[in-house]
């Protein structure tokens, strides 16, 4: 049995190299951006296994899948118990950190770096609001395009707070004068993503508009 990641911990905000290392430290956070409310976040859910709610990603991987943005490796230590290979990758030494300590394996490396099999992988996955990465959702996505093989799909968490596309800048603060760096995001509601996904060649497949929206995007 694979068991969850165990927050690392850090005493001073200049310990935090990477935008979502509070996060990743196991503390309470929120998204703060720029002219907007902030949201919060559920960074113990980064942490824990993975649960009932992840079911719609996990059941769509198939075959050999790339998590972008892994963190902690939840659903890289849940598809390797299924059987499935896949392979986390994150740019923070933290979330690298705690896959090993999980048994998920990851590679600490930015999504747009050379990866592994590209153009091989049956699967994508960009959960947790990672279809933000960079601030610029098209250019993640045929990115991601990049990654798979004909026919292979990327499986994306929408954003249940923005019902459309936003992108800007954010940032990670937690309790007190705890605050990260400002860096470029997006978010991407249900009515956004069909634009976003033609804008990158990739057809929507399906979409699960609940609590958690996801959606199912193709490479033809």
């Not at 049995?1 to 996060?23: E, S, V, Y």
């Not at 990115?143 to 019902?163: I, K, W, Y």
């Not at 004068?177 to 400002?182: D, E, F, P």
Request: glycine letters at 12%.
């Amino acid at each position: 049995m694979l068991r969850p990641a165990t927050p690392t911990t850090f005493a001073q905000p200049q310990d935090l190299d990477d935008p979502f290392d509070m996060g990743l430290a196991g503390v309470d956070c929120r998204l703060d951006r720029d002219g907007c409310h902030p949201i919060a976040l559920n960074t113990r859910r980064w942490h824990s296994a993975a649960t009932r709610s992840d079911r719609w990603l996990l059941d769509g991987c198939r075959g050999p899948t790339v998590d972008l943005g892994c963190g902690p490796g939840r659903l890289v230590a849940a598809l390797t118990e299924r059987g499935v290979l896949a392979l986390g990758v994150d740019s923070s030494p933290r979330a690298i950190e705690q896959c090993a300590r999980r048994g998920a394996m990851a590679l600490q490396r930015d999504v747009f770096d050379p990866l592994p099999e590209e153009g091989r992988w049956h699967h994508a996955l960009l959960a947790d609001g990672n279809i933000g990465i960079g601030g610029d959702p098209v250019a993640l996505l045929r990115r991601v395009r990049e990654l798979l093989r004909p026919g292979g799909s990327a499986l994306v968490e929408l954003s249940s707070d923005e019902p459309g596309l936003w992108q800007g800048s954010a940032r990670l603060a937690g309790p007190g004068a705890l605050y990260g760096q400002w860096f470029p995001w997006a978010m991407v509601g249900v009515s956004a993503i069909t634009q976003v996904a033609s804008a990158a060649e990739l057809s929507l497949l399906r979409v699960r508009a609940r609590r958690r929206p996801f959606a199912e995007l193709g490479r033809a």
